[in-house]
């Protein structure tokens, strides 16, 4: 088990923070064009259409990618003074971000190329989970922070090689 996150795996998962961040952000124009072909009508392209497609499709290969990392590096263990049951639920929360993250991005590719509608549903049911699991994430650091007073979070921060 890794010390440290490599600077690979941190760098990916910035990326993908932003690349999430910038989906819930600008997400109005392909829920308007969606709405817009569901009921028969032609829709008019708007650039942020294509940066939401091209975002989750990005979002997509990096999360492989992170996979890849983590069978490659793995993770750093869990800090000394965490109890067995924050051990249990942060392996679940990091296992649940990569298959709600993966999902959303397959769920909204074959929402919009396939025009699957169950696929558009999915996705908007996990646009609820994703929110809520990164809540309880952000939510960790200071508890991490100020409560158990840890180092965890310096490690998706800083990199020493």
Do not use: C
Not at 72 to 78: F, K, T
Not at 85 to 112: D, N, P
């Amino acid at each position: 088990m890794a010390d440290m996150y490599t600077k690979q795996q941190i760098i990916l998962h910035w990326i993908v923070v932003v690349l999430i961040a910038s989906q819930y952000l600008f997400k109005h124009e392909i829920a308007a064009a969606w709405a817009t072909i569901r009921s028969g009508e032609d829709f008019s392209f708007h650039p942020l259409i294509l940066l939401h497609v091209v975002g989750g499709s990005l979002i997509l290969i990096f999360m492989i990618w992170r996979l890849v990392l983590r069978g490659l590096h793995g993770v750093p263990a869990a800090p000394n003074n965490d109890q067995f049951l924050l051990t249990i639920i942060s392996r679940i929360v990091h296992g649940a971000f990569y298959v709600v993250i993966i999902l959303m991005s397959l769920s909204g590719l074959a929402a919009w190329f396939g025009d699957v509608i169950f696929a558009a549903q999915v996705h908007n049911v996990l646009k609820v989970v994703l929110l809520a699991l990164i809540a309880l994430h952000v939510l960790a650091v200071p508890f991490h922070h100020f409560v158990l007073k840890d180092r965890i979070m310096k490690r998706m921060v800083f990199h020493s090689d």
